[in-house]
Structures are given as C-alpha cells and as structure tokens.
C-alpha cells in the first residue's frame, strides 16, 4: 500500500470518527432541546380558548388600529399648525 492510501485510509478513520461524535453531540442536543420545550410547556398556564361570545366581549371595547393612527395624525397636525 502506497503512503499516499495510507495517508487517505487515515483520513477516512478521522472523518468517521468525528462524524460519530457529531452524531452522538446532535442526539444529546436533541433530547436536551426535547428537554427544555416540555419545561417551557409545564411552566405555561393550560390555554382555554375563548368562546366566540367571550371574544365579542373582550373586542368591544377595543378601537382599531387605523383610529388610533388617524387620531395621533390628527393631533400631530393639530400641534405643527399651532406651532408647539
């Protein structure tokens, strides 16, 4: 066997080796990762999700989006007009 197959056959050696350990570090991280989401999980209140009549509740007191920012607008030109 010539050095220069040698040298290969070495290099073969290596890479299977760290692509074992790589293997054995992503299983380990896997089951850490499983780990930690099921402590997340626990830590999390149980989700009931509202009823369609809870919801309508909740909503009628909100005030859309495009309001708030024609409002702020508003007050934003009321103000440059003013000088302030």
Do not use: H, W
Not at 8 to 32: D, F, H, P
Not at 33 to 38: L, N
Not at 64 to 83: C, F, K, M, W
């Amino acid at each position: 066997m010539s050095s220069t197959e040698t040298e290969l056959l070495i290099e073969i050696s290596e890479l299977r080796s760290e692509n074992e350990r790589l293997r054995r570090q992503l299983a380990e991280t896997r089951a850490q990762r499983a780990e930690y989401s099921q402590y997340i999980v626990d830590l999390l209140p149980n989700f009931v999700p509202l009823t369609e009549e809870e919801m309508m509740e909740q909503m009628k007191d909100v005030v859309p989006a495009d309001q708030v920012l024609r409002e702020i607008r508003e007050a934003r030109r009321l103000r440059e007009a003013n000088g302030s």
